[in-house]
């Protein structure tokens, strides 16, 4: 089973149901502060996951190209 990186839609996905969840969190700000607080959590661990996705990304192209040279 050889590793592959997160696919380029996944991490695209999980960027945009971060921002989708941190949106809502602040229209739900005046009105429940706790559900605000859990969708601005969810919303940074989405968008951590999106980050991790591109960082990964980013290190297996770099190993790439150092491995072909």
Do not use: C, H, Q
Not at 5 to 14: A, C, D, E, G, K
Not at 42 to 65: C, E, F, P, W
């Amino acid at each position: 089973m050889s590793y592959e990186p997160m696919s380029r839609r996944l991490v695209i996905s999980f960027a945009v149901i971060g921002v989708v969840l941190f949106v809502a969190g602040l229209i739900a700000r005046p009105t429940n502060i706790t559900v605000a607080v859990w969708l601005f959590l969810a919303a940074v661990g989405i968008l951590g996951l999106s980050g991790y996705g591109v960082l990964d990304r980013l290190v297996n192209r770099l190993n790439r190209r150092r491995s072909t040279k």
